[in-house]
């Protein structure tokens, strides 16, 4: 059984940072894409950054410059530091598991998902 379990959210004020991870166990992982996904009160899951087996990054546009995927390969953990954070990026925030070396083949498994609260 495939589980992804995410950590580092909370509350944080504008222009701070954080950092979440999301560790992944019951499969192989080097060979498979990773991404995050967040999803704010009313409104859609969307995309927000992915990672895929060659470590090629691609992220939405409004967080490049400020949040950087990376992953660990030998810890099975996929990272998303989060810089300047806005009151926009407010969300819940998912960790996502692709099915194949690159998440436009589909993801996989999902995580349960973690707060992420930027005051103003």
């Known amino acids: 059984q495939v589980e992804l379990v995410e950590s580092g959210g909370g509350l944080v004020q504008a222009g701070d940072s954080l950092r979440l991870s999301c560790t992944v166990s019951g499969r192989t992982f080097s060979s498979y894409a990773m991404g995050w996904f967040r999803q704010a009160p009313g409104k859609q899951r969307e995309f927000v950054a992915a990672i895929d087996w060659i470590s090629v990054r691609d992220y939405t546009d409004s967080v490049k410059g400020r949040f950087t995927i990376s992953r660990d390969n030998a810890k099975k953990t996929v990272y998303l530091q989060m810089n300047s954070l806005k009151p926009e990026d407010t969300a819940v925030y998912y960790c996502?598991?692709?099915?194949?070396?690159?998440?436009?083949?589909?993801?996989?498994?999902w995580g349960q998902g973690i707060q992420v609260t930027v005051s103003s």
């Open positions: 996502a598991a692709g099915s194949g070396p690159r998440l436009a083949t589909g993801v996989g498994s």
